[in-house]
């Protein structure tokens, strides 16, 4: 998902991103969505630089019901808040709105809105949200600097690796030394997919 975005890393006070999850607040579980080549192109021109039905069919199944967390520029290129989930939006921009979304001046205060939201998948029976397992995750879906700012904060990975040599103009580094796979998935290119592509899902060490 994305490609870059700028945006204001401070948040309203002198918090960190976690500090939630160290205050023993409830938080949601967080989790990285992401298709990249091997050596890290993620973007092209403020798009996605491949067709890859078979993928974005898991992203809409997976991510239903959660919150989405994105900068300005990757819900641009989207142009809408995606149906069946709540959407927080990282801008600088103090006078950017959009109908539909929550709005967040850095990444710290974009995972305590995710947090605070109760969004559409989320149990509501009466025992309430205090469980986490009875909240949908926080899913951080781009572009590359939201994507560096919360890595250190999510608990997993969700990796599509394109498997092509392909030319962009906006990368991401990642230490995969720092998480453990627990499921890898490998397709062929065909009718649904330009190319051909592993899903891995990891866990952090």
């Known amino acids: ?9 401070r948040a309203d006070d002198d918090s960190e991103p976690g500090d939630a999850s160290k205050s023993g607040q409830a938080v949601r579980r967080r989790i990285v969505v992401v298709a990249a080549t091997p050596d890290g192109v ?15 069919q898991r992203f809409k199944r997976t991510t239903m019901g959660g919150v989405l967390v994105m900068g300005r520029k990757t819900f641009d290129s989207i142009g809408r808040p995606l149906p069946g989930r709540q959407t927080v939006v990282i801008t600088a921009q103090s ?7 929550v709005v967040a001046p850095g990444p710290s ?3 305590r809105q995710a947090d605070q939201l109760i969004a559409p998948g989320d149990s509501k029976d009466a025992s309430g949200l205090e469980d986490d397992q009875r909240r949908c995750p926080v899913f951080v879906v781009g572009g590359a600097t939201i994507y560096q700012a919360l890595l250190p904060e999510c608990d997993e990975l969700w990796l599509t690796t394109v498997l092509s040599r392909i030319s962009g103009d906006v990368h991401l580094s990642m230490d995969r030394s720092r998480w453990r796979a627990v499921e890898t998935v490998r397709y062929p290119a065909g009718a649904a997919d330009q190319m051909p592509t592993e899903f891995h899902r990891l866990v952090r060490r």
């Open 1 to 9: 998902m994305g490609a870059n975005e700028a945006f204001d890393v």
């Open 42 to 56: 993620i973007g092209s021109g403020g798009d996605l630089p491949w067709r890859l039905r078979r993928d974005l």
């Open 95 to 101: 006078d950017w709105s959009a109908a539909g979304v």
């Open 109 to 111: 205060e974009a995972l």
